[in-house]
């Protein structure tokens, strides 16, 4: 299994790891190695815990530089060729392209992709991003002609490949995301909701009784909607005094957002958002939400989501691939239009006690339809084995 972050393959893939363990097989992760959190610990450490053999390979996720490139295709090939495996499966950009072209020069015999979504080049018509499109697209027909089936998160993205020519439509295959497992996030009572709340209430400084809290779950990133999400907290913070926002999330190293560590909390004070900084026990903060926020460019299909419907939250979100399929809007949730903060301002103010309380059973019974990580495990190992 292949992917630019040893994180994502621990958090994301850990049911298909479980699951291919659990059968009697052999598991060998490539990817970067990061710390877990701010301990000394990293995910590779804790792959290795479940079983796995983890490999590290240094990426660079947002090189284009050709040279990088050709350096990461050789390790991929050079490790894949050492490896011998019987399967090989690539997760994010980098690894769909370079990986599944290193796995067929080292003669894998099955091959399988998922994409995880497209990103902010296929989310906006800058000339940069419109040339970056281009040649992603170029080296996906490339690289998906050796895969066997290629899996998607949602259907936008199932749709594009297949009618730009990219994927034949007989590889393709939606998955709905890498899916929960919803017998270990269960619907919380109101006794473990009521703690959850105080414990917040502790960690800001600030009540939230009879409060909306709104919960946004993302990295310090400008595609995953930060300042839309930190406008709109201003917006509806200046006209009402019942609403609580609160963000968890890591500051990313590429500087999109122009923030570190000691201008963000300044920033969010001047919004009037609570920044935590990032938390690896965030759904204890999720049950603590009233509503959970998301207002990205595009995903593919986000996580933060998923687990908020698991938790029976009300969403707010946008209306675009990968973050429209968690959403009926208007009945557990609202969409809003993207890069829009006034248009997110608008659908906070809108939720009611009533939409908040239904959203319980909704957000739920949509999560056990269409998200449960067994369906996700099934359709994949199918595929696998066929």
Same mark, same amino acid.
């Given at each position: 299994?292949?992917?630019?972050?040893?994180?994502?393959?621990?958090?994301?893939?850990? =049911?298909?790891?479980?699951?291919?363990?659990?059968?009697?097989?052999?598991?060998?992760?490539?990817?970067?190695?990061?710390?877990?959190?701010?301990?000394?610990?990293?995910?590779?450490?804790?792959? $290795?815990?479940?079983?796995?053999?983890?490999?590290?390979?240094?990426?660079?996720?947002?090189?284009?530089?050709?040279?990088?490139?050709?350096? *990461?295709?050789?390790?991929? &090939?050079?490790?894949?060729?050492?490896?011998?495996?019987?399967?090989?499966? #690539?997760?994010?950009?980098?690894?769909?392209?370079?990986?599944?072209?290193? $796995?067929?020069?080292?003669?894998?015999?099955?091959?399988?992709?998922?994409?995880?979504?497209?990103?902010? =080049?296929?989310?906006?018509?800058?000339?940069?991003?419109?040339?970056?499109?281009?040649?992603?697209?170029?080296?996906?027909?490339?690289?998906?002609?050796?895969?066997?089936?290629?899996?998607?998160?949602?259907?936008?993205?199932?749709?594009?490949?297949?009618?730009?020519?990219?994927?034949?439509?007989?590889?393709?295959?939606?998955? &709905?995301?890498?899916?929960?497992?919803?017998?270990?996030?269960?619907? =919380?009572?109101?006794?473990?909701?009521?703690?959850?709340?105080?414990?917040?209430?502790?960690?800001?400084?600030?009540?939230?009784?009879?409060?909306?809290?709104?919960?946004?779950?993302?990295?310090?990133?400008?595609?995953?909607?930060?300042?839309? &999400?930190?406008?709109?907290?201003?917006?509806?913070?200046?006209?009402?005094?019942?609403?609580?926002?609160?963000?968890?999330?890591?500051?990313?190293?590429?500087?999109?957002?122009?923030?570190?560590?000691?201008?963000?909390?300044?920033?969010?004070?001047?919004?009037?958002?609570?920044?935590?900084?990032?938390?690896?026990?965030?759904?204890?903060?999720?049950?603590?939400?009233?509503?959970?926020? *998301?207002?990205?460019?595009?995903?593919?299909?986000?996580?933060?989501?998923?687990?908020?419907? $698991?938790?029976?939250?009300?969403?707010?979100?946008?209306?675009?691939?990968?973050?429209?399929?968690?959403?009926?809007?208007? #009945?557990?949730?609202?969409?809003?239009?993207?890069?829009?903060?006034?248009?997110?301002?608008?659908?906070?103010?809108?939720?009611?006690?009533?939409?908040?309380?239904?959203?319980?059973?909704?957000?739920?019974?949509?999560?056990?339809?269409?998200?449960?990580?067994?369906?996700?495990?099934?359709?994949?190992?199918?595929?696998?084995?066929?």
């Amino acid at each position: 299994m292949i992917c630019n972050t040893d994180g994502a393959l621990y958090v994301f893939r850990r =049911p298909i790891i479980d699951a291919l363990l659990l059968k009697g097989y052999e598991v060998v992760t490539l990817s970067s190695e990061s710390k877990f959190g701010d301990s000394a610990e990293t995910y590779v450490k804790k792959l $290795a815990s479940l079983g796995v053999r983890p490999l590290v390979v240094e990426f660079d996720r947002h090189s284009i530089s050709p040279l990088k490139n050709l350096l *990461l295709l050789r390790s991929l &090939y050079r490790a894949i060729r050492a490896e011998a495996p019987d399967i090989v499966h #690539s997760f994010t950009h980098k690894p769909a392209i370079l990986g599944t072209i290193a $796995a067929y020069l080292a003669r894998t015999p099955r091959i399988f992709v998922t994409i995880t979504g497209l990103g902010l =080049p296929f989310a906006s018509n800058g000339i940069r991003f419109r040339l970056i499109r281009l040649l992603l697209s170029l080296q996906y027909r490339v690289a998906l002609r050796f895969a066997r089936a290629v899996f998607y998160q949602n259907q936008d993205d199932l749709n594009y490949f297949v009618s730009a020519g990219i994927v034949p439509r007989g590889k393709a295959v939606l998955t &709905y995301g890498s899916g929960i497992d919803v017998d270990q996030v269960p619907l =919380p009572s109101e006794e473990e909701v009521l703690q959850a709340r105080k414990r917040l209430e502790g960690e800001i400084g600030q009540s939230v009784n009879g409060k909306k809290v709104v919960l946004y779950v993302a990295r310090v990133r400008k595609e995953k909607g930060f300042f839309e &999400y930190y406008r709109a907290a201003q917006r509806v913070s200046q006209q009402r005094q019942d609403y609580v926002f609160v963000h968890l999330g890591l500051i990313d190293n590429d500087g999109s957002c122009r923030l570190d560590s000691r201008s963000i909390g300044a920033f969010a004070s001047e919004h009037g958002v609570h920044y935590l900084g990032f938390k690896e026990n965030a759904l204890d903060y999720m049950r603590a939400a009233d509503i959970v926020t *998301l207002p990205s460019y595009r995903e593919g299909m986000p996580r933060s989501l998923i687990e908020a419907l $698991a938790l029976g939250k009300f969403l707010v979100t946008t209306d675009m691939p990968g973050c429209r399929e968690t959403v009926i809007d208007g #009945s557990n949730g609202y969409l809003c239009r993207v890069r829009d903060a006034a248009s997110l301002a608008r659908k906070f103010l809108d939720v009611g006690v009533g939409q908040m309380k239904m959203a319980r059973s909704l957000s739920r019974r949509l999560c056990e339809v269409k998200f449960d990580a067994k369906k996700v495990v099934e359709m994949t190992l199918g595929h696998y084995f066929r």
